[in-house]
């Protein structure tokens, strides 16, 4: 195929040489280039360029712009490239009379386009010429030809570099996704600004000007008036103008608000006037009685309106997805407006925003996978009619994504069924435009709407830029002519008001949370605040739904927010949440849990359910009560696991999407990314190769317990390791944490010098140094000094004023600790009252010098295996004297001791640094960041070790030979970190591998493993 389409390239070069003087006269248009040259040039890159296959509108491969007015005089880009409806590219043609290398006219007319569509390259083209841009550096009118181009062909250059434009924008390379990987190779270059970022420092600069100015000029606005009022002006603004450029309504008819004085005024009028036509609830005035009595300066609403039109403003918003815009409002909406004591503005970012870590908006490609794998499987095989019946909610809605994603997957389906279907039979739902093209009725998508959607979210502004978003998609190909036509037949408006579907309260309390006869004693804010939400009130709530048995799909995002953040919001609401939530479980949860219980309450029989949320709770304590929930009302459908990779931008959380039915589930399916692939890349290979990556499990396989599931390449290889092995947690003792000081810049110290009875050590909380007598100093190790079979001891020593005598410890007394630990004692007094505020002020009178949890204290001078708390690979270390004592949390370690057995310990630490056990721990511990695993005790307890059979001489002499290859281990890497030569250094670097590699081929042999499984640990 790739050379048919090289030769076909071949013809139309050669036939545009021979008569290239006819065709560079003006005389020659841009349509008959398109009809000659580019048209074929495309379909000989695999395009279905006229259609010939006879797709409906939605699926065509390309889309010919209609005309839109951008500016004064250019219109839209003369092409959209697409894959499954999605845009991929455009191309503005031209003819070959204009000069595409050096005109600047071109290339901003397309820039400015594919910018605000967000798409990463487009093309410019009069097929002499070829130039590609990188459109998301920001366009400016200013801007040379030459600015944003990352490629440029002549007409004659088409045959020597066909691989690179036929590897990039040919058909099947978008669909083996060389396009988005060359996309991703050129982004990050200077100059690089997404449209949804810029928008969004847009609308921020509005917001501060429209906060200052309304809380100047009205002093009696109130804090949430004025958030009010800037939210409404900036939807209104931004609704209008969209409609602009759709052409909905007439061009510049914002900038006629700002011809004269008074522009706020002019503003309004014209808002009323658009309530007549939308009826929409944006520009509905009877509910809104603040922004009518406003007083705003002409200089900030004239700023705001001029910063929207050509050539000031980058943006065309015909192209400005509504996904997009949520994009950039629910980062909008994670900042609020405060007033001062003086009444002066002030905007800050949200207090749940900053606990939380940031706003977490998913990106469109995870939207689409959770409804395509819910919404689509509802509706799969039914007709509209019995569409209608489905109830689809976001419990948190935020600024509406997974609402938008799935109506814009119902409006398609329904499309798609009526052309199917005789279409000409339903003229009340879809009308036709040209042969193969049609559309559905404004009715008909307010009625999808309306029966179908629904959602919640505690925030009112995020409510209310769900409903504008919605209502944006329903105008989606309306025209000027469709409106006032819906008007004159005194239709109730083109748009549906939402009022009844997307509404404000908090999804996990309900009005019970207020004693009967107490709500009294709550003040205003506080009530605000807790914002109580009525799930079974008919009108308030969803009460009509609920009796039906409740809502068939619930979907979204929910908060990842720690339960300590409510605390702030006092100890009733805790309470509440514990009493109604079996998910609410003692210590540090995250909210994200109750959610995903309140959904599944709020599913009817068969429903579906898919959230994007955190996958600690597979493994943390706090999630036993939810895997018990969802393990014992058989709930599980599908897990796909993103192990350490990040879905979310500017955000670092671990996360997997959520599948429940409540069908009784017999088993589930989960798929778990690659090391060596992106989440969206992992996605799109799951949609065309799913049975690559997925394992079935039974569901009886899940309780309550940590959940561990296994790459599917691995469960064989894994079940024979486990086989005939005893758990490490079997052959040990005790597996230890270390203990927490509470204030380690105070006990911990590095070396500096010494006498005969002190150390002489640096304080970094002192910032000098200090004398500690020696007797009261341990040798510590911190987790990056742990490295396999070495310890680096780096002098660092932590002050310890604990006795530990045969089998008891004990705090040593202060008065003896001042009589014979003179040095020490002072130091410590010295920071009596930095000690005593440890522990939120719990470490006061005789215990004040204390650490705050001294665990284990009687392990740490036994001989011992260690490992730090998180590491890349098994990092085991040997403590063969009990000299180190070490920590608790991420710089900290678990200590090993063993039973007593024929074992030797250096066997154990063999085996616990192989590569077997370094495959094993990435199976089914938890993958953090930068490729590192977590190595607490709840994971590692269950790493399957060999027993030697000390009756089987084989296995006797197998043991005695690995004993001997860790002590030849220890001794290499104790010279390694000793000598100083980069040569020596190199010498014994061979020479550990070799004997690593010894260790490994000796445990495979211990495990029985074949020739092909050794391939599989290898990764080979």
């Given at each position: 195929?790739?050379?048919?389409?090289?030769q076909?390239?071949?013809?139309?070069?050669?036939?545009?040489?021979?008569?290239?003087?006819?065709?560079?006269?003006?005389?020659?248009?841009?349509?008959?280039?398109?009809?000659?040259?580019?048209?074929?040039?495309?379909?000989?890159?695999?395009?279905?360029?006229e259609n010939?296959?006879?797709?409906?509108?939605?699926?065509?491969?390309?889309?010919?712009?209609?005309?839109?007015?951008?500016?004064?005089?250019?219109?839209?880009?003369?092409?959209?490239?697409?894959i499954?409806?999605?845009?991929?590219?455009?191309?503005?043609?031209?003819?070959?009379?204009?000069?595409?290398?050096?005109?600047?006219?071109?290339?901003?007319?397309?820039?400015?386009?594919?910018?605000?569509?967000?798409?990463?390259?487009?093309?410019?083209?009069?097929?002499?010429?070829?130039?590609?841009?990188?459109?998301?550096?920001?366009?400016?009118?200013?801007?040379?030809?030459?600015?944003a181009?990352?490629?440029?062909?002549?007409?004659?250059?088409?045959?020597?570099?066909?691989?690179?434009?036929?590897?990039?924008?040919?058909?099947?390379?978008?669909?083996?996704?060389?396009?988005?990987?060359?996309?991703?190779?050129?982004?990050?270059?200077?100059?690089?600004?997404?449209?949804?970022?810029?928008f969004?420092?847009?609308?921020?600069?509005?917001?501060?000007?429209?906060?200052?100015?309304?809380?100047?000029?009205?002093?009696?606005?109130?804090?949430?008036?004025?958030?009010?009022?800037?939210?409404?002006?900036?939807?209104?603004?931004?609704?209008?103008?969209?409609?602009e450029?759709?052409?909905?309504?007439?061009?510049?008819?914002?900038?006629?608000?700002?011809?004269?004085?008074?522009?706020?005024?002019?503003?309004l009028?014209?808002?009323?006037?658009?309530?007549s036509?939308?009826?929409?609830?944006?520009?509905?005035?009877?509910?809104?009685?603040?922004?009518?009595?406003?007083?705003?300066?002409?200089?900030?609403?004239?700023?705001?309106?001029?910063?929207?039109?050509?050539?000031?403003?980058?943006?065309?918003?015909?192209?400005?997805?509504?996904?997009?815009?949520?994009?950039?409002?629910?980062?909008?909406?994670?900042?609020?407006?405060?007033?001062?004591?003086?009444?002066?503005?002030?905007?800050?970012?949200?207090?749940?925003?900053?606990?939380?870590g940031?706003?977490?908006?998913?990106?469109q490609?995870?939207?689409?996978?959770?409804?395509?794998?819910?919404?689509?499987?509802?509706?799969?095989?039914?007709?509209?009619?019995?569409?209608a019946?489905i109830?689809?909610?976001?419990?948190?809605?935020?600024?509406?994504?997974?609402?938008?994603?799935?109506?814009?997957?119902?409006?398609?389906?329904?499309?798609?069924?009526?052309?199917?279907?005789?279409?000409?039979?339903?003229?009340?739902?879809?009308?036709?435009?040209?042969e193969?093209?049609?559309?559905?009725?404004?009715?008909?998508?307010?009625?999808?709407?309306?029966?179908?959607?629904?959602?919640?979210?505690?925030?009112?502004?995020?409510?209310?830029?769900?409903?504008?978003?919605?209502?944006?998609?329903?105008?989606?190909?309306?025209?000027?002519?469709?409106?006032?036509?819906?008007?004159?037949?005194?239709?109730?408006?083109?748009?549906?008001?939402?009022?009844?579907?997307?509404?404000?309260?908090?999804?996990?309390?309900?009005?019970?949370?207020y004693?009967?006869?107490?709500?009294?004693l709550?003040?205003?804010?506080?009530?605000?605040?807790?914002?109580?939400f009525?799930?079974?009130?008919?009108?308030?709530?969803?009460?009509?739904?609920?009796?039906?048995?409740?809502?068939?799909?619930?979907?979204?995002?929910?908060?990842?927010?720690?339960?300590?953040?409510?605390?702030?919001?006092?100890?009733?609401?805790?309470?509440?949440l514990?009493?109604?939530?079996?998910?609410?479980?003692?210590?540090?949860?995250?909210?994200?849990?109750?959610?995903?219980?309140?959904g599944?309450?709020?599913?009817?029989?068969?429903?579906?359910?898919?959230?994007?949320?955190?996958h600690?709770?597979?493994?943390?304590?706090?999630?036993?009560?939810?895997?018990?929930?969802?393990?014992?009302?058989?709930?599980?459908?599908?897990?796909?696991?993103?192990?350490?990779k990040?879905?979310f931008?500017?955000?670092?959380?671990?996360?997997?999407?959520?599948?429940?039915?409540?069908?009784?589930?017999?088993?589930?399916?989960?798929?778990?990314?690659?090391?060596?692939?992106?989440?969206?890349?992992?996605?799109?290979?799951?949609?065309?190769?799913?049975?690559?990556?997925?394992?079935t499990?039974?569901?009886t396989?899940?309780?309550?317990?940590?959940?561990?599931?296994?790459?599917r390449?691995?469960?064989?290889?894994?079940?024979?390791?486990?086989?005939?092995?005893?758990?490490?947690?079997?052959?040990?003792?005790?597996?230890?944490?270390?203990?927490?000081?509470?204030?380690?810049?105070?006990?911990?110290?590095?070396?500096?010098?010494?006498?005969?009875?002190?150390?002489?050590?640096?304080?970094?909380?002192?910032?000098?140094?200090?004398?500690?007598?020696?007797?009261?100093?341990?040798?510590s190790?911190?987790?990056?000094q742990?490295?396999?079979?070495?310890?680096?001891?780096?002098?660092?020593?932590?002050?310890?004023?604990?006795?530990?005598?045969d089998?008891?410890?004990?705090?040593?007394?202060?008065s003896?600790l001042k009589?014979?630990?003179?040095?020490?004692?002072?130091?410590?007094?010295?920071?009596?009252?930095?000690?005593?505020?440890r522990?939120?002020?719990?470490?006061?009178?005789?215990?004040w010098?204390?650490?705050?949890?001294?665990?284990?204290?009687l392990?740490?001078?036994?001989?011992?295996?260690?490992?730090?708390?998180?590491?890349?690979?098994?990092?085991?270390?040997?403590?063969?004297?009990?000299?180190?004592?070490?920590?608790?949390?991420?710089?900290?370690?678990?200590?090993?001791?063993?039973?007593?057995?024929?074992?030797?310990?250096?066997?154990?630490?063999g085996?616990?640094?192989?590569?077997?056990?370094?495959?094993?721990?990435?199976?089914?511990?938890?993958?953090?960041?930068?490729?590192?695993?977590?190595?607490?005790?709840?994971?590692?307890?269950?790493?399957?070790?060999?027993?030697?059979?000390?009756?089987?001489?084989?296995?006797?002499?197998?043991?005695d030979?690995?004993?001997?290859?860790?002590?030849?281990?220890?001794?290499?890497?104790?010279?390694?970190?000793?000598?100083?030569?980069?040569?020596?250094?190199?010498?014994?670097?061979?020479?550990?591998?070799?004997?690593?590699?010894?260790?490994?081929?000796?445990?495979y042999?211990l495990?029985?493993?074949?020739?092909?499984?050794?391939?599989?640990?290898?990764?080979?």
């Amino acid at each position: 195929m790739k050379e048919e389409s090289k030769q076909r390239i071949r013809e139309l070069a050669q036939r545009f040489r021979y008569n290239l003087d006819v065709y560079k006269k003006s005389a020659y248009n841009e349509t008959q280039v398109r009809r000659e040259f580019i048209d074929p040039f495309f379909e000989a890159l695999g395009w279905d360029v006229e259609n010939k296959q006879g797709h409906a509108e939605q699926y065509k491969d390309v889309v010919h712009e209609d005309a839109i007015k951008v500016g004064r005089s250019t219109r839209a880009p003369d092409y959209s490239f697409r894959i499954g409806g999605q845009r991929k590219f455009f191309v503005e043609a031209k003819k070959p009379a204009v000069n595409i290398k050096e005109d600047v006219s071109p290339s901003y007319q397309l820039r400015r386009y594919a910018w605000s569509a967000k798409l990463p390259l487009s093309i410019v083209t009069d097929f002499e010429e070829l130039s590609v841009y990188d459109c998301r550096i920001k366009p400016d009118p200013k801007d040379r030809a030459s600015v944003a181009r990352i490629g440029y062909y002549t007409f004659e250059e088409y045959l020597d570099k066909f691989d690179e434009i036929y590897d990039v924008f040919s058909k099947d390379a978008i669909l083996k996704g060389s396009f988005d990987r060359h996309a991703q190779s050129t982004k990050g270059k200077r100059g690089t600004a997404e449209v949804d970022s810029e928008f969004l420092k847009e609308i921020e600069s509005w917001r501060e000007m429209l906060a200052k100015n309304i809380a100047l000029r009205n002093p009696d606005v109130s804090i949430y008036e004025l958030n009010y009022a800037v939210q409404k002006i900036i939807d209104r603004v931004i609704f209008l103008r969209i409609c602009e450029d759709r052409g909905i309504e007439p061009d510049g008819r914002l900038q006629l608000a700002v011809k004269s004085t008074g522009i706020y005024k002019h503003l309004l009028n014209q808002f009323r006037s658009a309530e007549s036509n939308y009826n929409s609830g944006i520009f509905n005035f009877k509910v809104d009685a603040v922004t009518p009595r406003l007083k705003i300066d002409d200089k900030v609403i004239k700023a705001i309106i001029e910063s929207l039109y050509y050539p000031l403003s980058p943006y065309e918003f015909s192209v400005l997805g509504v996904e997009i815009l949520g994009n950039v409002y629910e980062q909008f909406l994670g900042k609020v407006i405060r007033l001062t004591a003086g009444h002066q503005a002030k905007v800050e970012t949200k207090p749940e925003v900053k606990k939380a870590g940031g706003v977490y908006y998913t990106p469109q490609y995870i939207v689409d996978y959770i409804v395509r794998n819910t919404v689509g499987k509802l509706v799969e095989g039914k007709t509209p009619g019995e569409i209608a019946e489905i109830k689809i909610l976001d419990p948190a809605c935020g600024s509406g994504s997974f609402l938008i994603g799935a109506y814009t997957y119902l409006l398609k389906y329904h499309l798609n069924w009526y052309v199917e279907n005789k279409p000409k039979r339903y003229k009340e739902a879809v009308f036709q435009v040209r042969e193969n093209e049609w559309y559905l009725t404004t009715a008909e998508k307010k009625g999808i709407l309306l029966s179908n959607i629904f959602g919640v979210d505690i925030d009112s502004q995020a409510v209310e830029v769900t409903k504008l978003s919605l209502q944006l998609k329903v105008l989606e190909n309306e025209s000027r002519e469709s409106v006032d036509q819906q008007v004159k037949l005194g239709m109730e408006g083109v748009l549906p008001n939402l009022g009844g579907n997307i509404k404000c309260g908090n999804s996990l309390i309900g009005s019970d949370f207020y004693d009967a006869g107490q709500m009294r004693l709550f003040d205003e804010d506080e009530m605000r605040r807790v914002n109580v939400f009525d799930w079974d009130d008919d009108v308030k709530g969803f009460g009509e739904i609920l009796k039906k048995g409740g809502f068939d799909c619930v979907i979204g995002n929910p908060p990842y927010l720690k339960i300590h953040y409510l605390v702030e919001q006092g100890s009733k609401v805790l309470t509440y949440l514990s009493d109604k939530y079996e998910s609410a479980g003692s210590g540090g949860y995250d909210i994200y849990l109750l959610f995903v219980e309140k959904g599944t309450k709020l599913l009817r029989e068969n429903g579906k359910f898919g959230f994007i949320l955190p996958h600690k709770f597979f493994n943390a304590r706090y999630g036993t009560r939810l895997r018990n929930h969802i393990s014992r009302e058989k709930l599980l459908s599908e897990i796909v696991h993103f192990r350490d990779k990040q879905v979310f931008e500017n955000a670092s959380t671990y996360t997997c999407l959520l599948f429940l039915s409540k069908s009784n589930q017999k088993e589930f399916d989960y798929l778990q990314i690659p090391d060596d692939c992106a989440p969206k890349e992992f996605i799109d290979e799951i949609r065309s190769n799913r049975s690559n990556f997925v394992s079935t499990y039974d569901i009886t396989g899940v309780t309550e317990k940590t959940w561990f599931f296994v790459d599917r390449k691995y469960t064989k290889l894994l079940q024979k390791l486990s086989s005939g092995s005893k758990t490490l947690g079997e052959l040990t003792t005790n597996i230890f944490k270390g203990f927490d000081t509470g204030a380690d810049k105070i006990y911990f110290m590095e070396y500096i010098d010494e006498d005969d009875t002190n150390f002489i050590v640096f304080s970094k909380e002192l910032q000098k140094q200090v004398k500690i007598e020696k007797r009261l100093m341990k040798k510590s190790l911190k987790g990056k000094q742990i490295n396999r079979f070495y310890s680096s001891f780096k002098d660092l020593y932590v002050l310890f004023p604990y006795n530990t005598i045969d089998d008891t410890v004990s705090l040593i007394e202060e008065s003896v600790l001042k009589k014979e630990f003179v040095n020490g004692y002072n130091y410590l007094k010295s920071l009596k009252s930095v000690l005593e505020r440890r522990n939120k002020g719990r470490m006061t009178g005789t215990k004040w010098y204390a650490f705050t949890y001294p665990r284990n204290m009687l392990l740490y001078a036994k001989p011992k295996i260690f490992t730090p708390y998180n590491a890349f690979r098994n990092t085991f270390c040997f403590d063969k004297d009990g000299e180190y004592y070490f920590t608790t949390g991420v710089a900290g370690a678990y200590g090993l001791l063993f039973a007593h057995s024929p074992c030797d310990i250096k066997y154990f630490l063999g085996v616990l640094n192989s590569t077997i056990v370094n495959l094993f721990v990435k199976q089914i511990g938890t993958c953090l960041q930068g490729g590192y695993y977590s190595y607490e005790k709840r994971f590692i307890e269950k790493l399957p070790i060999h027993t030697i059979d000390f009756s089987n001489l084989e296995e006797v002499a197998k043991h005695d030979k690995l004993v001997s290859l860790v002590d030849n281990m220890l001794e290499l890497q104790k010279k390694y970190h000793e000598v100083r030569m980069e040569r020596d250094k190199e010498l014994y670097e061979r020479q550990i591998k070799i004997v690593d590699a010894q260790i490994d081929e000796l445990v495979y042999d211990l495990y029985g493993l074949t020739g092909e499984e050794i391939k599989v640990v290898e990764g080979k």
